[in-house]
């Protein structure tokens, strides 16, 4: 007895088979980098910090005569642009001018209110804190000396 043509093709194992073989298993190797991301594999990214912090700016020293209470004002330390508020009384407050979003220089709108140009978020000038998004937090502080009538940044 002798195997017909069709039994002797269907057990046999080719190129052809092999090909196949590699090509159906395909869209899982393809798949699987997201799959194991979708399943909890890699790390997931810590969020953004909305704390405001410190930065230091080259020292310099300006009249606080410059800044009537209840207003800011910016001024350049450096090359660096600096807003600097008197809220109160004999209180005074400095931020980096640089928009927390995308580095936008902020302006003093009107009093205490800051807004950067490129995308309006906008900050009050008190506290430095962000009040309209875009801006993820609040703008970077600066240290400010009182000595007499004279303001010293950094």
Do not use: W
């Not at 800044?67 to 800011?72: E, Y």
């Amino acid at each position: 007895m002798t195997d017909s043509p069709a039994a002797t093709s269907a057990t046999r194992v080719g190129p052809c088979t092999q090909r196949r073989t590699v090509l159906m298993a395909l869209p899982g190797i393809v798949l699987l980098p997201g799959i194991a991301s979708a399943c909890g594999m890699t790390p997931t990214p810590e969020p953004a910090s909305t704390v405001q912090q410190t930065t230091t700016v080259p020292s310099t020293t300006i009249d606080a005569a410059e800044i009537p209470v209840g207003t800011a004002k910016q001024f350049k330390a450096g090359d660096e642009n600096v807003i600097v508020a008197q809220p109160a009384e004999g209180e005074f407050v400095a931020y980096s001018s640089r928009c927390t979003h995308q580095g936008g220089n902020v302006q003093v709108v009107k009093g205490m209110t800051l807004r950067c140009p490129l995308h309006g978020a906008e900050y009050d000038a008190t506290d430095g804190r962000n009040t309209l998004a875009p801006a993820p937090r609040p703008l970077d502080a600066i240290p400010v000396a009182v000595s007499g009538d004279k303001l010293t940044l950094g």
